[in-house]
């Protein structure tokens, strides 16, 4: 019985042992730290010469970004969609006027449509550009007060309207010749918002 490998398993044993031995010392000694941190830092390279790339592009196009800069600044300079205020006082003064021409042309009657509080709101979130609203409280028919809506928020300067409720009133007096008594007209509550030209808060 031979114990001893023969010669040549010998040589290929030790020949797949001198390789295991030469891959672990490339492993510890060599590439863990020579190769790996050349590497990494190959990759950092990389990396800023691509950020350099995309800033010289970004800068050969800095004409042309500053004329579209200017183009949106002109169009808000000269866009009516703003309040043309510049005060939130004097814009919510506004506002107020713009409801009561709205009231007088499109709510008829004076007794059944007619504006009963409005006050300036403050507060809120912030945002982009500065908003402006009042508190409205009314009483009105559903049908001359969708009219006074449409008026309100079809024009210009934009205009909106929201927080939107109605009550529906009790039965008041009885007008001669009638039996039953004359319902009045609805009690309606909303906010009534423009937005001055100046910048407001930027969001995070």
């Known amino acids: 019985m031979r114990l001893l490998p023969d010669k040549n398993n010998g040589r ?14 490339y492993l510890l000694g060599v ?18 010469r691509e950020q350099q790339q995309r800033f010289r592009e970004t800068s050969a196009q800095r004409a042309e970004i500053e004329k579209r800069l200017g ?3 002109e169009f808000e300079q000269s866009s009516q969609a703003f ?29 059944r449509c007619q504006v ?8 809120g979130k912030p945002e982009l550009y500065e908003r402006v609203t009042i508190q409205v409280r009314m009483r009105c028919d ?14 210009k300067p934009y205009l909106f309207v929201d927080q939107l409720m109605v009550y529906k009133q009790n039965y008041g007096y009885v007008p001669p010749g009638q039996k039953q008594p004359q319902q009045s007209a609805l009690d309606i509550r909303f906010n009534l918002s423009g937005y001055l030209r100046k910048r407001g808060a930027d969001k995070a």
Request: aromatic content about 6%.
């Open 83 to 111: 309040l043309n205020q510049t005060d939130a006082n004097a814009a919510a003064a506004d506002l107020i006027q713009r409801l009561k021409q709205a009231v007088n042309d499109r709510g008829g009657d004076q007794n």
């Open 31 to 48: 590439h863990w730290w020579f190769v790996s941190p050349h590497l990494a830092l190959r990759g950092q390279m990389a990396d800023l």
């Open 71 to 73: 183009e949106v600044r």
């Open 142 to 155: 559903l049908e001359p007060f969708s009219a006074i809506v449409y008026q309100l928020e079809s024009g």
């Open 12 to 25: 290929l044993l030790a020949v797949v042992l001198t390789l295991i031995v030469a891959l672990l010392v």
């Open 116 to 123: 009963l509080t409005n006050q300036t709101l403050t507060g």
